[in-house]
């Protein structure tokens, strides 16, 4: 499992401010301690003044890239900030994201094809997010035939299915869940990404939704997520979910992670 973590988002109060503020020292914080977690990306989402983006998000990385040696996931569907963004990074990074909406595909799909990046794959179009997994699929179809054309390899897609809230849509995961089986056996080669926590918005005690939900998405597929990696339990309930579904040879993630420390509530 591949962990996005997902803290340095300026749709967040706290990032926003500090974002304003120039506060260099709060976001390296944020990204020395989910690079320490286990991340493998880190998820940069400016916040969504368009017209301050590509300066936020260029002094973001900026900020974050000395710090860490982890790639960074450039989280905008704004292509000049990408395209400022793509200037600054020192390794490739993750694109997140492009989806069916034809304004995506035609300006962000070349920068993430031409710059060898990994690219997310959302599950809707420019009408709005289908309810069904049949549409969501039918999008990612349409998605696939475009990263194909534009010579992206299929490992270097990450399909989301969307997680939309159970507060509004009692389904909402069996859609995610049966959109995740659909794509694995239509393009066998992709990854599954998902940003976990908004499948409990509006509820209370929303972790236990959360880490419920990874685990039956790890069991549908899902590969990596977008999620807050700083939470101790997610760790441990993704390690237990690999060990049990059998993808953790030897038992050796969990006993090396056991080892330091990570199931240990004092630490
Ligand atoms: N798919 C893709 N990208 C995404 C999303 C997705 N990027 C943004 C978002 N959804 C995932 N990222 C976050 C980042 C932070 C928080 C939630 C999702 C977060 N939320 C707090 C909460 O949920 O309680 C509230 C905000 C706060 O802490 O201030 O932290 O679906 N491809």
Not at 34 to 53: F, H, M
Not at 152 to 176: K, Q
Request: glycine share 6%; net charge negative; aromatic share 4%.
């Amino acid at each position: 499992m591949q962990i996005i973590g997902e803290k340095i988002n300026g749709t967040r109060k706290r990032v926003a401010q500090a974002i304003a503020e120039r506060d260099a020292g709060f976001i390296k914080d944020l990204a020395v301690r989910q690079a320490e977690a286990g991340s493998a990306w880190l998820d940069v989402n400016a916040g969504t003044r368009p017209d301050l983006e590509p300066d936020d998000l260029v002094w973001l990385i900026e900020t974050i890239q000395p710090e860490v040696d982890i790639p960074l996931c450039l989280d905008s569907a704004n292509p000049l900030a990408l395209r400022a963004a793509i200037g600054a990074v020192n390794k490739t990074p993750m694109i997140n994201s492009i989806s069916g909406e034809p304004g995506r595909l035609e300006k962000i799909l070349p920068l993430a094809a031409e710059h060898g990046c990994q690219v997310i794959a959302l599950a809707l179009d420019e009408k709005k997010i289908p309810e069904t997994s049949a549409k969501r699929l039918a999008i990612i179809s349409q998605v696939m035939a475009a990263t194909r054309a534009a010579g992206v390899p299929d490992e270097r897609v990450y399909c989301d299915p969307l997680a939309m809230t159970l507060a509004t849509n009692i389904h909402s995961a069996e859609v995610a869940f049966e959109t995740m089986r659909g794509i694995k056996a239509a393009f066998p080669g992709v990854h599954l990404t998902i940003g976990l926590s908004n499948i409990s918005f509006g509820l209370p005690a929303r972790k236990y939704v959360n880490r419920t939900f990874l685990t039956l998405a790890i069991q549908a597929g899902l590969d990596s997520a977008i999620l807050d990696p700083l939470d101790r339990e997610m760790r441990a309930a993704i390690l237990a979910t690999e060990l049990v579904l059998g993808r953790d040879k030897h038992c050796l993630n969990y006993v090396r992670a056991s080892r330091a420390g990570v199931f240990d509530e004092s630490k």
